[in-house]
Nanobody, 123 residues
């Protein structure tokens, strides 16, 4: 069983920055075996893809809405994936979810999900 625990959400003004972290418990098989992703869900909207990173971190892919502002990274020694969010906009307000075991944009490709962390951007 893999557990994902997000942290780092909060309230920030437009133009500000936040860094989300997602710690995993996949020690037995190795965190490095999993591609990872971030998704978000705003009130009244469907969950949407934000970013994904390959197992070794060499490849990343972003939603157009966050490209150039958000950066996904990982530290395999710490079993952790990060989402650095800069130049935040009110429309970035959502619950952000960490997802594991795929390098993909479709949520159905992921086997593991965190509980989510709230990000609120005020105007």
């Amino acid at each position: 069983q893999v557990q994902l625990v997000e942290s780092g959400g909060g309230l920030v003004q437009a133009g500000g920055s936040l860094r989300l972290s997602c710690a995993t418990s996949r020690r037995a098989l190795g965190f490095y075996t999993m591609g990872m992703g971030w998704f978000r869900q705003a009130p009244g909207k469907e969950r949407e893809f934000v970013a994904t990173i390959s197992r070794n971190g060499d490849n990343t892919y972003y939603a157009d809405s966050v490209k150039g502002r958000f950066t996904i990274s990982r530290d395999n020694a710490k079993n952790t994936v990060y989402l650095q969010m800069n130049s935040l906009k009110p429309e970035d307000t959502a619950v952000y979810y960490c997802a594991g075991d795929a390098f993909a944009t479709m949520s159905s490709r992921y086997n593991y999900w965190g509980q989510g962390t709230q990000v609120t951007v005020s105007s």
